[in-house]
C-alpha cells in the first residue's frame, strides 16, 4: 500500500478506471457475442437488431476512447460479413 498521499490517490484513481474500462470491454463483447449467436442460429430478424446494437456499441466506445476507431471498423466489418451472408 502506498503511504504518500498523491500515490492513494492515483490507486484510487486507477481502481475506478479500470472498473470502467472492464465493463465496456465486456460490453462490447456481450454485444458482438449476442450478434454471433443470433448470425449462428439463422435468426435474421434478430440479427439484425443485434447487429444495430452492436454497431452503437462500438461507435460509442470509439468517441468514449475503449477502443480506436479503425479497430471498430476492422470488427465491424467483419461481422456485416456475415449478416449479409445469412440474409442473402
Same mark, same amino acid.
Given at each position: 500500500?502506498?503511504? #504518500? +498521499?498523491s =500515490?492513494? /490517490? $492515483?490507486? @484510487?484513481?486507477?481502481r475506478?478506471n479500470?472498473?470502467?474500462?472492464? &465493463?465496456?470491454?465486456?460490453? #462490447? +463483447?456481450? =454485444?458482438? /457475442? $449476442?450478434? @454471433?449467436?443470433?448470425?449462428?442460429?439463422?435468426?435474421?430478424?434478430? &440479427?439484425q437488431?443485434?447487429?444495430?446494437?452492436?454497431?452503437?456499441?462500438?461507435?460509442?466506445?470509439?468517441?468514449?476512447?475503449?477502443?480506436?476507431?479503425?479497430?471498430?471498423?476492422?470488427?465491424?466489418?467483419?461481422?456485416?460479413?456475415?449478416?449479409?451472408?445469412?440474409?442473402?
Amino acid at each position: 500500500m502506498p503511504n #504518500i +498521499k498523491s =500515490a492513494k /490517490k $492515483r490507486l @484510487e484513481v486507477s481502481r475506478r478506471n479500470n472498473l470502467r474500462n472492464s &465493463a465496456a470491454k465486456s460490453a #462490447i +463483447k456481450t =454485444a458482438i /457475442k $449476442r450478434f @454471433e449467436s443470433a448470425v449462428a442460429g439463422r435468426e435474421s430478424e434478430q &440479427a439484425q437488431a443485434a447487429y444495430k446494437n452492436m454497431v452503437k456499441t462500438l461507435d460509442k466506445a470509439v468517441t468514449k476512447g475503449f477502443l480506436h476507431k479503425n479497430t471498430a471498423a476492422r470488427k465491424k466489418s467483419r461481422l456485416s460479413k456475415n449478416l449479409k451472408a445469412l440474409i442473402s
